[in-house]
T-cell receptor, first 112, second 111 residues
Framework: GDSVTQMEGPVTLSEEAFLTINCTYT??????LFWYVQYPGEGLQLLLK?????DKGSNKGFEATYRKETTSFHLEKGSVQVSDSAVYFC???????????FGPGTSLSVIP | EPEVTQTPSHQVTQMGQEVILRCVPI?????FYWYRQILGQKVEFLVS????????KSEIFDDQFSVERPDGSNFTLKIRSTKLEDSAMYFC?????????FGPGTRLTVL
């Protein structure tokens, strides 16, 4: 079945470090791909998305590129801040009306 | 980003009691969803709701669960007889521009 795999956490980085969170997916067809973020005590917020191969989603300094050939959607940020501390979920959506399939989440802690 | 609000933010109940979780998707949308997240675990799909009918449900969504859009605005998830293992965060989501937008969640604690 369809699934999303993410790198295991927790990830701890110093402020201004480079961030990569790996995400790969298994799905037939051409799903849309998403990163959602969950800040402590809050709900799921859409961070960025990409709907077709080679699309790059970006928001708040975060980027991810939809790589069909490697079935990946890795999240990157050049310089993390303490305020980026959160849990990051990679997710896919097969068709517009379908359910979202989430990865297990990666917890990020950024220390000053 | 389309706004979704949920009430209550936290619900504590005794095992065997009924709970109703509410979602208010502002503006007109046809597709709604419920998900849950047991503490420290992944977000799981429960049910999707289209045009006032269930369109898909997961194996988690058994006879103890039901969904309604009683007044055309609120969207509710009812658990008839709660179990300890129902303790989780419950998220409502709505579909807009091919993206699901989530509410802040309701934390359900079953004692």
């Amino acid at each position: 079945g369809d699934s999303v795999t993410q790198m295991e956490g927790p990830v701890t980085l110093s402020e201004e470090a480079f961030l990569t969170i790996n995400c790969t997916y298994t799905a037939t067809g051409y799903p849309s791909l998403f990163w959602y973020v969950q800040y402590p005590g809050e709900g799921l917020q859409l961070l960025l998305k990409a709907t077709k191969a080679d699309d790059k989603g970006s928001n708040k300094g975060f980027e991810a590129t939809y790589r069909k050939e490697t079935t990946s959607f890795h999240l990157e940020k050049g310089s993390v801040q303490v305020s980026d501390s959160a849990v990051y979920f990679c997710a896919l959506l097969k068709t517009s009306y379908d359910k979202v399939i989430f990865g297990p989440g990666t917890s990020l802690s950024v220390i000053p | 980003e389309p706004e979704v609000t949920q009430t209550p933010s936290h619900q504590v109940t005794q095992m065997g009691q009924e709970v109703i979780l509410r979602c208010v998707p502002i503006s007109n949308h046809l597709y709604f969803y419920w998900y849950r997240q047991i503490l420290g675990q992944k977000v799981e799909f429960l049910v999707s709701f289209y045009n006032n009918e269930i369109s898909e449900k997961s194996e988690i969504f058994d006879d103890q669960f039901s969904v309604e859009r009683p007044d055309g605005s609120n969207f509710t998830l009812k658990i008839r007889s709660t179990k300890l293992e129902d303790s989780a965060m419950y998220f409502c989501a709505k579909l807009a521009t091919d993206t699901q937008y989530f509410g802040p969640g309701t934390r359900l604690t079953v004692l």
